[in-house]
């Protein structure tokens, strides 16, 4: 944008001056226009001397050319001020539409952790039921390793002949365990 550009405000103060100055010409012309009606209409003999009407005549010229001066700086200040509000309507599109991304991105931040919650959880659903699998089986095997201990262990007890003998029933019943008291 043209850093010389008048702002919209002083553009338009000076249309409003401009107007003013236009309409307060536009009276004084239909004043000397009423003025030069009457005169003429009232006095029928009346022929204006040449040099007042010479004069008349340039003067005329001179507010004729001001005011299509005015006329054009009015037209050029009208042509500032749509450019203007083109670029305001461009610029309120763009705000919109930034707005309108910036809640979306909004929206997708506070969803990102529910959604992280659920892939971790999705993902992380498989390594439970393997970790569940595996201690079972880890459970399964040290049973297996216990008896498998057992086993031989009892068979290496009778092997080395270090096996205790079996007390009966009958004569576990005649046996007396110590007893320790109070202790």
Partial sequence: MNQKLVSTKELQSE??????????????????????FRLVKGN????????????HKIQMQAMREQLQAVEE???FYQEQLTERDAEVY???????????????????VQELPGVYRQKFAERIEPIKEKLEQLQKENRQLHTELQSVTYRLAVRNRKAQGLDLPTVGEDEARG???????NA
């Fill in 44 to 55: 029928s003999s009346f022929v204006p001397a040449p040099e007042v009407s010479d004069r």
């Fill in 90 to 108: 461009q610029l309120r599109q763009s705000v919109q539409e930034l707005t309108d991304r910036s809640r979306m991105l909004e929206q997708v």
């Fill in 73 to 75: 700086q009015v037209g």
């Fill in 15 to 36: 249309v409003s001056r401009l107007t003013e100055e236009l309409q307060m010409r536009d009276q004084l012309v239909q004043q000397l226009s009423q003025e030069l």
């Fill in 175 to 181: 046996i007396q365990m110590p007893s320790f008291g």
